[in-house]
């Protein structure tokens, strides 16, 4: 039932900025930590950054001081603000959406869980 939906790629010279958008849908009950991952040609997915449900963030190094992950509960959409792009920033997207823990019947329940998005598209030229 938990729907992600990744938008707001595209092709941009290096120096550039881009603003990636995740809309969620379906998240009633459960506690979502929210993240951002990438994968590159030929390459293996690798964590950018995370959002958690309080709010805690966490970035990789590779793009700490560069990009900035927030979140806008009401719209239920989370976003990534993506500055000082360089080349290697070049790969596919993709929105994750964690489960962590649910309230049952008035008890806080263990339902770890991850769901994906499709991806979307980011190209940095030199």
């Known amino acids: 039932q938990v729907r992600v939906v990744e938008s707001g790629g595209g092709s941009v010279q290096a120096g550039g900025s881009l603003r990636l958008s995740c809309s969620a849908s379906g998240m009633t009950f459960c506690n979502y930590d929210m993240s951002w991952y990438r994968q590159a040609p030929g390459k293996e997915r690798e964590f950018v950054s995370r959002?958690?449900?309080?709010?805690?963030?966490t970035y990789a190094d590779s793009v700490k001081g560069r990009f900035t992950i927030s979140k806008d509960n009401a719209k239920n959409t989370l976003y990534l603000q993506m500055n000082s792009l360089k080349p290697e920033d070049t790969a596919m997207y993709y929105c994750?959406?964690?489960?962590?823990?649910?309230?049952?019947?008035?008890?806080?329940?263990?339902?770890?869980?991850?769901?994906w998005g499709k991806g979307t598209l980011v190209t940095i030229s030199s």
């Open positions: 994750a959406a964690t489960r962590t823990f649910c309230m049952v019947g008035g008890s806080w329940v263990s339902y770890v869980m991850d769901y």
């Open positions: 959002i958690d449900y309080d709010d805690t963030t």
